[in-house]
Each structure stands twice: as structure tokens, then as C-alpha cells.
């Protein structure tokens, strides 16, 4: 009863860091790239596709979650999605990568939680699917559970994190507005020595381009030399890897999922994972020897999903090459802006050991992108 208690102005709490990323990117006139974000700003513009949170703050130490992704509502399993994932940097513990990478789909919701909560996230992910309907014979299940650390605010090794914790976050996914910021997986990270967490994005191809949509959620827990849209913010606030010997380390994770509902196959969704990479270097990640910086992407679109047990041949179509180069910008576009939301929606947060995580001090980003005539 107590959790239930606890769990409900967490849930309100969260809800208001939708718009607030979203007012401050407004305040600041902040418009990354050159394509039309989807109506939401997030990867649930992408249809079928929804997210999940449960936030986990309790006494002094206990700053953690859980975030679910679900490409679809139907049963994972039995209607697999094609997929691919990329290592940026692969200090990480990121669950069924070699699944993925040899038969190029996923058959589970995606979880992200903490460093030493991934077997939670399997057993619980395992569990969800063999109570599924027509999954009563299976006997294997490639469990998608990703991480980045989030000890400096979080009593990690606590491990608080329940199996029922992951399926709450499954079970409350919508296919609505995201909230960002302080709530689930990104509840106690950290991002370029500020408060980071939670981010999304979307952007939606031209009609003679498709119209497709590209979706990027992020779990930002890295460092290096903070740029929003070009602007060089971290070295106007002095607070950036190696200024002055600052006791400042780039070290952490940043997992980040892209959904499309453009027809691909693993090999192309591979290479839009590729450029979700430039993204996060484009916000002045250096994926440092300590970060796992992984990219999982896949396609919901419903003709090329993968069924389960079905050996006879189907047509399928899926585009070509030379159809890619919109997908790329807008998936690097589309990360970019996802890490700098979850940067905007953060708010300051205390920890394990007293230890205090500042937001980015937004009054001042908004004085330097008037010296850079961003604003007026």
C-alpha cells in the first residue's frame, strides 16, 4: 500500500515535465534542424508505439526506474517487429544484442532501467511474455533490457528495482504524450554534469518522401562539452570535460531508441541507428571510454513485422537505398533534440550521500542565446 501511495504524486509530479520541455525549447526559439516535428514531439508520433514509466523515489538514496517501450500493442512474440542495434561504445550491459543482430528483429517490449537491474528487467520481461495469450508452448525469449548507471544519485547497489516495477511500467504504457525529464529510467542520471534524464523527439518526412515518421526516445547518463543547436553552452558556463582540470568525468551511458513507421528491413534500420550516433554528437557527447552508448531502432509497420512460427514465403516490401537519406536526417535531427529535452525537462535532484545534481541553469542558457542573437 505504501508504494501505491508513494507511486501517485510521483506520477503527477512527472506529468508536468511534458511541457516543460517543451516551454523552454519555445522560450528559446529552439528549433533543431530542418524537418517538421511530429504533433506530439515524440516517439509515440510514430503509430502503435507506446512508453511507460515507473519512478522510484524513496527516502534519501532511492532515485530510480523503469521506462518501457512498446512497438505495438498486439502480442511481441508472435508478431515480431524487424529491428537492429548499433554500439556506439559498448561499456554496457545491454540484454539480447546478439539475438538481434543475428535475425535482425525483436519479439519483447524494450526496457531501460540501472546498470545492476537488467536481470530484474529480463525475468520480468520473460514472465510478461510467457503469460501472453498463444505463448503457452515457447520455451526462449530474447529479453530487450538496456542501461545506464545511476549510482551517483541512486543507492544502485540496493537494487530496488522489482519485477513488478517493470511489468507497472508495460502495463501503464500510452501511446500519448511522453513525459520527460525525472521519471523512470532516467530518474537519477546525470548529462554533461547536469540534471539528465527522459528526452524525446519526432520528425516527419515530406509527402514526396513518404511522409514517414521517425520517433527517438533517449536515456541521457553521458558527458563531454554540452552544444544546444550550435550554441557552445557548455563552454560559456565553464562546466565541460577537461576545462581546467575540472573534476568533471564524461563517463556514464546513453541509450536511445528509434521507431519508424517506414517499411525497413534490419540492415537499413542498422544504418539509421548509425546516424542516431551523430545526433548525440552533435550535442557534444564524446562516448567516452566509460559509456555504453547503445541505439536500438525498428520499424512498426505491419507488412513487414515477422511472424512467429510461420516458415511459408510473403512478399514484402521494404525501401530502397537510395529512399534513406531523409530517414537519416531526420533520425539525427530527431536524437539531437531528444537529448536536449531531457535536458530541459530535468529538475534539480538530491541523492545518495547528499550529493546534489543542479538542472541546467536555464535563466542563464537564455542570457547566452541572446549573446549569440538566438533570441531576442
Given at each position: 500500500?505504501?508504494?501505491?501511495?508513494?507511486?501517485?504524486?510521483?506520477?503527477?509530479?512527472?506529468?508536468?515535465?511534458?511541457?516543460?520541455?517543451?516551454?523552454?525549447?519555445?522560450?528559446?526559439?529552439?528549433?533543431?534542424?530542418?524537418?517538421?516535428?511530429?504533433?506530439?514531439?515524440?516517439?509515440?508520433?510514430?503509430?502503435?508505439?507506446?512508453?511507460?514509466?515507473?519512478?522510484?523515489?524513496?527516502?534519501?538514496?532511492?532515485?530510480?526506474?523503469?521506462?518501457?517501450?512498446?512497438?505495438?500493442?498486439?502480442?511481441?512474440?508472435?508478431?515480431?517487429?524487424?529491428?537492429?542495434i548499433?554500439?556506439?561504445?559498448?561499456?554496457?550491459?545491454?540484454?539480447?544484442?546478439?539475438?538481434?543482430?543475428?535475425?535482425?528483429?525483436?519479439?519483447?517490449?524494450?526496457?531501460?532501467?540501472n546498470?545492476?537491474?537488467?536481470?530484474?528487467?529480463?525475468?520480468?520481461?520473460?514472465?510478461?511474455?510467457?503469460?501472453?495469450?498463444?505463448?503457452?508452448?515457447?520455451?526462449?525469449?530474447?529479453?530487450?533490457?538496456?542501461?545506464?548507471?545511476?549510482?551517483?544519485?541512486?543507492?544502485?547497489?540496493?537494487?530496488?528495482?522489482t519485477?513488478?516495477?517493470?511489468?507497472?511500467?508495460?502495463?501503464?504504457?500510452?501511446?500519448?504524450?511522453?513525459?520527460?525529464?525525472?521519471?523512470?529510467?532516467?530518474?537519477?542520471?546525470?548529462?554533461?554534469?547536469?540534471?539528465?534524464?527522459?528526452?524525446?523527439?519526432?520528425?516527419?518526412?515530406?509527402?514526396?518522401?513518404?511522409?514517414?515518421?521517425?520517433?527517438?526516445?533517449?536515456?541521457?547518463?553521458?558527458?563531454?562539452?554540452?552544444?544546444?543547436?550550435?550554441?557552445?553552452?557548455?563552454?560559456?558556463?565553464?562546466?565541460?570535460?577537461?576545462?581546467?582540470?575540472?573534476?568533471?568525468?564524461?563517463?556514464?551511458?546513453?541509450?536511445?531508441?528509434?521507431?519508424?513507421?517506414a517499411?525497413?528491413?534490419?540492415?537499413?534500420?542498422?544504418?539509421?541507428?548509425?546516424?542516431?550516433?551523430?545526433?548525440?554528437?552533435?550535442?557534444?557527447?564524446?562516448?567516452?571510454?566509460?559509456?555504453?552508448?547503445?541505439?536500438?531502432?525498428?520499424?512498426?509497420?505491419?507488412?513487414?513485422?515477422?511472424?512467429?512460427?510461420?516458415?511459408?514465403?510473403?512478399?514484402?516490401?521494404?525501401l530502397?537505398?537510395?529512399?534513406?537519406?531523409?530517414?537519416?536526417?531526420?533520425?539525427?535531427?530527431?536524437?539531437?533534440?531528444?537529448?536536449?529535452n531531457?535536458?530541459?525537462?530535468?529538475?534539480?535532484m538530491?541523492?545518495?550521500?547528499?550529493?546534489?545534481?543542479?538542472?541546467?541553469?536555464?535563466?542563464?542558457?537564455k542570457?547566452?542565446?541572446?549573446?549569440?542573437?538566438?533570441?531576442?
Amino acid at each position: 500500500m505504501f508504494r501505491l501511495l508513494f507511486f501517485i504524486p510521483v506520477l503527477f509530479f512527472s506529468l508536468s515535465l511534458f511541457a516543460q520541455s517543451k516551454n523552454k525549447a519555445v522560450e528559446l526559439a529552439l528549433r533543431i534542424g530542418v524537418m517538421q516535428q511530429g504533433k506530439l514531439n515524440a516517439i509515440t508520433d510514430v503509430a502503435g508505439v507506446s512508453v511507460g514509466h515507473t519512478t522510484i523515489i524513496k527516502a534519501d538514496s532511492i532515485r530510480t526506474g523503469i521506462t518501457a517501450i512498446l512497438p505495438h500493442s498486439d502480442n511481441l512474440f508472435q508478431q515480431k517487429v524487424p529491428a537492429a542495434i548499433y554500439v556506439g561504445n559498448g561499456y554496457g550491459k545491454l540484454a539480447g544484442y546478439t539475438q538481434v543482430k543475428e535475425l535482425g528483429n525483436i519479439e519483447s517490449p524494450i526496457i531501460l532501467t540501472n546498470t545492476l537491474s537488467v536481470a530484474t528487467g529480463i525475468n520480468a520481461l520473460i514472465k510478461y511474455t510467457l503469460s501472453q495469450r498463444n505463448n503457452e508452448s515457447i520455451q526462449s525469449v530474447n529479453a530487450i533490457v538496456g542501461e545506464t548507471n545511476d549510482g551517483y544519485l541512486n543507492d544502485i547497489r540496493g537494487q530496488h528495482i522489482t519485477e513488478a516495477d517493470v511489468l507497472n511500467a508495460i502495463k501503464n504504457a500510452d501511446s500519448g504524450a511522453v513525459t520527460e525529464g525525472n521519471v523512470g529510467a532516467g530518474t537519477g542520471t546525470v548529462c554533461f554534469g547536469f540534471k539528465g534524464g527522459i528526452g524525446t523527439s519526432s520528425r516527419v518526412l515530406p509527402k514526396k518522401f513518404g511522409g514517414y515518421t521517425v520517433g527517438v526516445l533517449v536515456q541521457t547518463n553521458f558527458g563531454g562539452v554540452l552544444s544546444i543547436d550550435g550554441v557552445p553552452v557548455g563552454e560559456e558556463l565553464k562546466k565541460y570535460y577537461l576545462y581546467d582540470q575540472l573534476n568533471d568525468s564524461p563517463d556514464g551511458s546513453c541509450m536511445i531508441v528509434v521507431a519508424t513507421d517506414a517499411p525497413l528491413d534490419s540492415r537499413n534500420l542498422e544504418r539509421m541507428a548509425k546516424r542516431a550516433f551523430m545526433g548525440l554528437a552533435k550535442t557534444g557527447g564524446i562516448a567516452s571510454n566509460g559509456s555504453g552508448d547503445y541505439i536500438i531502432a525498428f520499424s512498426t509497420d505491419t507488412a513487414v513485422r515477422v511472424k512467429y512460427n510461420v516458415t511459408e514465403k510473403t512478399p514484402q516490401f521494404v525501401l530502397s537505398n537510395e529512399a534513406m537519406s531523409p530517414l537519416f536526417m531526420a533520425t539525427i535531427e530527431a536524437t539531437e533534440e531528444a537529448i536536449i529535452n531531457s535536458l530541459l525537462a530535468a529538475e534539480t535532484m538530491k541523492g545518495k550521500n547528499g550529493r546534489i545534481v543542479e538542472a541546467i541553469p536555464f535563466e542563464e542558457i537564455k542570457k547566452i542565446f541572446r549573446k549569440y542573437n538566438r533570441i531576442n
